[in-house]
């Protein structure tokens, strides 16, 4: 079986998605993207991806192979960011929810594109809410 191929981007917030989805079996790191070279720098020495790996631009970073992001970003950029990622044909992971318009378009969206979006409720209202 092929691992899945997973993008990180907002690494500070993401690098444990990035620990432990390299520690899988399942999976493999292939791509990370961070508005920080440090960031980008540490997290790749750490897992050993090469610097070509690493993106600065989120739309570059989307152009990869990546089966699928997880969005570690501050919650204000999640909804373009994922909107984006369903376009380009990616699958989503997103710790943090939106607000609750915001997710309904998204997982509308993602129905529209036969894509998978695991995402996190703050609240069973809201759990309930987004399932409708």
Same mark, same amino acid.
């Given at each position: 079986?092929?691992? @899945?191929?997973?993008?990180?981007?907002?690494?500070? /917030?993401?690098?444990? =998605?990035?620990?432990?989805?390299?520690?899988?079996? /399942?999976?493999? @790191?292939?791509?990370?993207?961070? !508005?920080?070279?440090?960031?980008? $720098?540490?997290?790749?020495? *750490? @897992?050993?991806?090469? *610097? *070509?790996?690493?993106?600065?631009? =989120?739309?570059?970073? !989307? +152009?990869?192979?990546?089966? %699928?992001?997880?969005?570690?970003?501050?919650?204000?950029?999640?909804?373009?960011?994922?909107?984006? $990622? !369903?376009?380009?044909?990616?699958? @989503?992971?997103? +710790?943090?929810?939106?607000?609750?318009?915001?997710?309904? %378009?998204?997982?509308?969206?993602?129905?529209?594109?036969?894509?998978?979006?695991?995402?996190? %409720?703050?609240? !069973? $209202? *809201?759990?309930?809410?987004?399932?409708?």
């Amino acid at each position: 079986m092929s691992k @899945i191929k997973i993008g990180v981007v907002g690494i500070r /917030r993401g690098g444990a =998605y990035v620990k432990a989805f390299h520690r899988s079996d /399942r999976s493999e @790191i292939t791509a990370i993207c961070d !508005l920080s070279e440090h960031n980008l $720098a540490q997290s790749a020495e *750490e @897992i050993g991806l090469p *610097e *070509e790996a690493c993106f600065l631009d =989120y739309d570059k970073f !989307l +152009e990869t192979d990546i089966d %699928a992001v997880v969005v570690g970003t501050p919650i204000p950029f999640h909804e373009e960011q994922v909107i984006k $990622a !369903l376009k380009a044909g990616k699958h @989503i992971v997103c +710790e943090k929810p939106m607000s609750l318009p915001q997710m309904k %378009a998204t997982i509308d969206r993602a129905r529209e594109l036969d894509m998978l979006v695991f995402a996190c %409720a703050d609240t !069973l $209202a *809201e759990a309930k809410a987004i399932a409708q």
